[in-house]
């Protein structure tokens, strides 16, 4: 048998093809010897495999398929330095051998050498330009350490390989998109669709990345075609849901409604479990779900609260949807009797929760990112209630409340939600500053204009934001408008915006775009800005309390929806009305009126210690208050029912 023969024979994928030749040699001869241990090899007996192997390699040392059975051999019995050394050894006798550095390269990659990894994946590329395993490999090694642009590149190279192949373009827009640098992202991904138009994962990749741009509508239909197309997905209907709040217009309001029934309907009918019986003990105890105990929401708004609470009448669990680390984490932890890790499978984590028998489970998410909704669909305790970044109704027909107050949620709008309304007497959340704050001069002061801004996420300034924000500074000459968001890191993203702003009339050179920055630094850029303006709407949360803290006049458009009403609520509960303006045209009235005044010094600094007064911060009385509500819902168990209020107890009265 001739060595050509004997390759041959090693490439067929059919193991009879090699018994039968097996069968027709003589044994102990190297052909028998090369036979055998590849039959074992791939019986996965590498030992045996190993053994005859380097006996026929011996003997026929030009056999190139013998030199990539034996490594092989070598690397399934787990010596991947030997398997390194028959294909160096094959290279060495062979240089233009096609496969063995790409195998040396899986050997590196395997053992997590990314640096070897790297370097043969490109010798091996180099060598067979054509291979798209190579580029492919290439790309994702690269990207592990951190390469970006050496990853973008492998990647096209792999995109050239495989023409029909939508994956390499899809790697490349999510490398785009961790950059910021959205629009490449979105124009590879439409590339990759026209390749794969059922893809759902490529429509939801491509949905994330234009609500970034504050492209809602086509954000919305990429949402809808791949919900229909993956109805399963829990996470990707959560994510319809929460685009569809960037509209208050009429039919997106119908839409959503629509959306809820529809994720209720596929993902929240699981059985519900059989609460356990209410057990008698000195502490009702209450449990925290969220999948973001570890970030800045997290920080300015729940942290304080759990801090707070009364550890003599209330026991408090935390339970992490995902696992979080840092410093705020850490706290979090000092703050609560007990602290879980949830398994990331519903079921074992309804039993982790059973144990616990909660009186009552708050959920912090909603449909937010990372949330267990279908984990509460089961009941998981006698009372469930939805807080925080619940921008509205779940539609999760286990989840009996929702903690809120009257401007967020009027009461006459109670029978719109499956929820039974809890309204806490000034806004639903409090807010203590994460860093110490003073109020710094007005910057028009040393500037000579007035500086408005907004340090939101860029999906908040839609469209209809922006023209607003035009006829502000139409009617203010000089003023200028700072903007922060991590969308501004990337300068074809700021190109993007300013393109597609200046044909909505924003005068664009006058508007700041600057990446966020670390939690100091954001704190000290409010000193830059006179007059905050809020987004619509989606308006804003802790930024809006932020730029309170610092003294700055808030101007925010009450809308139609719960979230469309945050603003309102937090500067009712600021006691800074005043701010809240019922209309567009009343909105850009009003921040007229305010960068006619905003030099004013001690009108800034009286903001602040009003604030810092205020119910917004008042966090002792807010937790007094929340667990009044908890007392309540407990006691009245789940089911129907008018809204139940919530006084503002000793220190004040409710609104």
């Not at 090899?41 to 390699?57: F, N």
């Not at 619940?390 to 809120?404: C, E, M, Q």
Request: overall charge neutral.
């Amino acid at each position: 048998m001739t060595t050509d023969e004997l390759d041959a024979l090693f490439r067929t994928r059919d193991a009879s093809v090699l018994e039968a030749a097996r069968a027709a040699v003589a044994p102990d001869t190297p052909e028998a010897l090369a036979l055998e241990g590849e039959l074992a090899r791939r019986r996965g007996d590498a030992t045996r495999a190993i053994a005859l192997l380097d006996r026929a390699l011996a003997a026929r040392p030009a056999c190139r398929a013998l030199h990539h059975a034996c490594a092989l051999a070598h690397a399934a019995a787990g010596d991947r330095a030997a398997a390194r050394e028959r294909w160096q050894a094959l290279l060495a006798a062979a240089p233009e051998d096609p496969a063995a550095r790409f195998q040396i390269a899986v050997t590196f990659h395997d053992e997590g050498r990314l640096d070897e990894a790297a370097h043969w994946y490109e010798a091996q590329a180099l060598s067979v330009p054509s291979m798209f395993a190579a580029w492919w490999n290439l790309g994702l090694v690269e990207q592990a350490r951190g390469g970006t642009e050496p990853a973008l590149a492998a990647f096209a190279r792999a995109a050239r390989a495989a023409p029909a192949d939508p994956r390499p373009l899809a790697r490349a827009a999510a490398i785009h998109g961790d950059a910021a640098r959205l629009p490449e992202a979105i124009s590879l991904l439409d590339r990759a669709i026209a390749l794969a138009a059922d893809d759902a994962a490529l429509r939801f990749a491509r949905a994330a990345h234009r609500s970034a741009l504050a492209l809602h509508h086509e954000a919305r239909s990429d949402l809808a075609h791949a919900v229909a197309l993956k109805p399963d997905n829990a996470a990707g209907g959560s994510a319809l849901i929460l685009e569809l709040q960037y509209d208050d217009a009429p039919e997106a309001v119908s839409a959503l409604g629509s959306a809820r029934r529809g994720w209720a309907d596929r993902h929240a009918r699981a059985p519900q479990r059989a609460p356990a019986a209410a057990v008698a003990r000195t502490r009702l105890r209450v449990g925290y779900l969220s999948p973001r105990f570890g970030d800045v929401p997290a920080g300015a708004l729940a942290l304080p609260v759990l801090e707070a609470h009364d550890r003599t009448r209330f026991e408090i669990v935390a339970l992490a949807a995902h696992p979080a680390q840092g410093p705020v984490a850490q706290r979090i932890r000092r703050a609560v009797d007990r602290w879980h890790d949830l398994p990331l499978d519903d079921a074992e984590a309804a039993e982790l929760i059973a144990r616990e028998d909660l009186d009552l489970l708050v959920d912090l998410a909603g449909h937010a990112p990372g949330n267990r909704l279908p984990l509460l669909a089961r009941r998981v305790a006698r009372v469930q209630a939805a807080w925080l970044d619940a921008f509205d109704a779940s539609g999760v027909p286990a989840i009996d409340y929702l903690l809120s107050d009257a401007v967020h949620t009027p009461p006459a709008e109670a029978d719109a939600r499956a929820e039974r309304l809890v309204l806490l007497p000034y806004a639903r959340f409090c807010y203590r500053p994460p860093l110490p704050v003073d109020a710094a001069p007005p910057p028009v002061r040393r500037r000579g204009h007035v500086t408005f801004g907004s340090f939101n996420r860029h999906a908040k300034h839609t469209d209809a934001v922006a023209s607003v924000w035009a006829r502000l500074l139409a009617a203010v000459p000089g003023a200028r408008l700072a903007l922060r968001a991590s969308a501004y890191r990337a300068v074809s993203t700021i190109e993007f915006v300013r393109e597609r702003w200046r044909a909505l009339g924003v005068p664009v050179e006058r508007v700041d775009f600057a990446p966020f920055v670390p939690l100091d630094a954001l704190h000290a850029a409010y000193a830059g800005v006179d007059v905050a303006l809020d987004p619509f709407p989606f308006t804003g949360g802790v930024t809006t309390c932020d730029a309170l803290a610092h003294g700055l006049p808030v101007v925010t458009l009450e809308g139609r929806t719960m979230i469309g009403r945050q603003g309102a609520a937090l500067l009712h509960a600021a006691g800074e009305r005043t701010g809240i303006a019922p209309d567009a045209d009343a909105y850009v009235g009003l921040a007229i009126d305010l960068a006619a005044s905003a030099g004013e010094e001690r009108a800034r600094t009286a903001r602040a210690r009003r604030v810092a007064a205020s119910p917004l911060c008042d966090v002792a009385g807010f937790a007094r208050a929340l667990e009044r509500a908890f007392e309540a819902m407990v006691e009245a168990g789940p089911g129907a029912g008018a809204p139940i209020p919530v006084d503002a107890g000793p220190s004040g009265d409710a609104v």
